[in-house]
């Protein structure tokens, strides 16, 4: 079992990836009132208004675009790789993700909304995760 990095550590940019899906998944154990409060307003009837989501997207598109472009920097990523696109993957796997685990161990939405993140709980969410990462890394990575 890998070690999970703390913030306070100098991380890759793949450790990073790794250490927010930990942490996002770690919060929505810890927190699984907010967590349905987010799963309503992806899956159920409370959408939120177009701008917002825009606002939202754009937000998510420029963090990753910004973390991509310090690791070329840096070198922890191949120096031909296209930012923008490679912005792009990453903010839709993350936004797909949890999509793929709800399909791959036939979790409904209702189950999301009635149990929040423990519909998770008996799946391999988290070797899903590992394997993103992994896939990310090896194909973005200046090793």
């Not at 967590?35 to 917002?52: E, G, Q, W």
Request: aromatic share 10%; proline share 6%.
């Amino acid at each position: 079992m890998q070690q999970t990095p703390s913030p306070g550590q100098e991380l890759t940019f793949f450790e990073y990836l790794r250490w927010m899906m930990i942490v996002g998944t770690q919060f929505e154990f810890s927190n699984p009132y907010l967590a349905k409060i987010a799963y309503r307003a992806v899956f159920d009837d409370v959408p939120l208004p177009d701008d917002t989501l825009q606002l939202i997207r754009n937000g998510t598109l420029d963090f990753f675009q910004q973390q991509i472009q310090q690791a070329i920097q840096n070198g922890t990523i191949k120096p031909d790789i296209e930012p923008s696109i490679a912005a792009f993957v990453c903010n839709t796997v993350f936004t797909n993700l949890g999509q793929y685990i709800m399909e791959q161990n036939n979790i409904l939405p209702k189950e999301l909304l009635d149990q929040g993140a423990q519909a998770f709980q008996n799946t391999n969410a988290q070797n899903a995760m590992n394997q993103v990462i992994d896939i990310l890394e090896h194909g973005l990575s200046a090793k």
